[in-house]
């Protein structure tokens, strides 16, 4: 889990292992890291450095990563819903609940653009759309 090992300075992180606790429940949205040292203590979210120049920097440059990350998950949500209503659409007709070869080609596009990560990645959008196997 990323959360507890961006709020540490970067010396600390190398042979780190995550311990049991670094993985919260699946389903559990991680809550603020109680226990991290903070390296800087101004109002608002800890950049991760006391520079100002680069403190700015990095806050500036967050607000489109938060831009992103609310796509994403809006994007996430309906390509979720849109999978379920081809499914109940495909089974209230008569048909199957999955079709196997659609979902290898969208695994191989993933792998194709970003390799391994890509994998794994359309293995969980596909499981958020159509349940697990
Ligand atoms: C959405 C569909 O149904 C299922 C879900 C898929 C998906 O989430 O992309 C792909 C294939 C099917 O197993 C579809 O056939 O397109």
Redesign the pocket.
């Known amino acids: 889990m990323i959360t507890n090992m961006v709020e540490q300075p970067a010396d600390r992180l190398a042979n780190t292992p995550p311990g049991p606790s670094a993985e919260p429940h699946a389903n559990t949205p991680p809550g603020p890291s109680a226990d991290a040292p903070q390296a800087n203590s101004g109002a608002g979210t800890q950049t991760g450095t006391d520079a100002p120049g680069a403190a700015e920097r990095i806050a500036a440059i967050r607000e489109r990563i938060d831009e992103i990350d609310d796509a994403l998950i809006a994007l996430w949500q309906e ?1 979720a819903s ?2 379920r209503q ?2 109940a659409t ?1 089974m209230a007709s008569g048909g199957t ?4 070869s ?2 290898r080609e ?1 695994v191989d596009r993933f792998r194709e653009a970003l390799g391994a990560d890509g994998t794994q990645l359309a293995l969980l ?2 499981r958020a ?2 349940g697990p196997l």
């Open positions: 390509r849109l999978s081809v499914g495909r609940r999955l079709v196997l659609r979902e969208i959008l596909l759309g159509r």
